[in-house]
């Protein structure tokens, strides 16, 4: 990481105020890995753990951090993995409690947890809340036992259950993580699904389309997925029995009851700020002349030693002025309200004359709509949103 005053100096961008901070904590170990899954989580059994010298390094790695955002307010903390409830209670209380002691954080503070079923026990996710999590997020992916399977899931549909079941009574806010168009799933079946998430009212639901990630060993060994056609007809079914249950899809493959939207992630989704510490955690960190991207080291062991010698980072690239706009968007248009045109120039530095034509492309295309404040995705602006997207692209040199 370059000394402070580096970050300070003169530069391209000139931001009128920087926007809200948020952190990200990523927690990198799960008990095995899921074929579909492209996150930095690696094998371990719970017992090898080191989970004490991580929580060292995540605190070293926060201390190297902190002249970065000095003075400034963490709006939301997300535990994320990995699976974040394979550590003890006590270890997630203690780095809250390393977190409080270095951060000021907002008073509602969101501290978000990603937490697994198949390491659920009643007292561990009560225990989480005492320690200072304010909302859980159990990632169930189906309800069937067979789906289950051939996800390499480590827990069954009834483990499912009493997570849930769990979760419900021990949080005021939740979410349940589901994907679909596995591997043999029908219509029916994921109607069935549908009616299972819905039956435990969850504040929050995201539902993930399963994409066969690079890298992964469905890459290697690609399942038999449903066909596009069926894959929208299941979006349609999705999106018509979540509104009926009167929960708003508020973005793209999340939903949720009024006020229980997800800060965290909204936050990412405006193009805010945030620091994020643990292996392989991205960041992007503004100040008034530049936005700054951050990724530190990515296998644990490493990012152990690296980061309690002060030396966690192993990317840092300013963002070009001309990437701004894409950036933006790639964010931004994920959400059903869109975006305020001020809101835009605020976060990128940028004034909207610098999109003019490409958002007059989009308008004409039909995918979005705007006013003199807002520009919002259409339904079809949503059906397309990565060609939506790309249209703010730079153009090639
Ligand atoms: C970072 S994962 C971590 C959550 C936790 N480790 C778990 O799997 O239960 C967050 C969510 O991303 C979704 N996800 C992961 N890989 C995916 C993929 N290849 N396609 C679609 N969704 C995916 C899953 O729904 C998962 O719950
Ligand atoms: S449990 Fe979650 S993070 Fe871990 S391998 Fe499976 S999908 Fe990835």
Redesign the pocket.
Known sequence: MQDIQHYLRPGLLQLASLPPLSLYVHLPW?LKK?P????N?HEMRQADMPEQRYLDALVADLESALPLIWGRTVHSIFL????PSLFAPESIARLLSDLRARLKLSADCEITL?A?PGTFEKERFRAFRDAGVTRL?V?V?SFKDGHLKSLGRVHDSAQARAALEEAARSFDTWNL???YALPGQTLEDLREEIAQALAFAPPHL?I??????PN?YFAKYPPQIPEDDTAYAMLDLITERTAAAGLQRYEVSAYARTNHHCRHNLNYWEYGDYLGIGAGAHGKISFAHRIVRQVRTREPRLYMERALAGNAVAQEEEVKRADLPFEYMLNALRLRQGFALGEFSERTGLAITAIARQLEEAERKGWITRDLQRVLPTERGFDFLSDLQSLFLPDPA
């Open positions: 799960c899921c579909y899954c492209d996150f989580s994320g993995g990995g699976t990603e697994n997020s990632g992916q993580d589901l994907m995201s993930y389309h399963l994409t066969i990630e992964t």
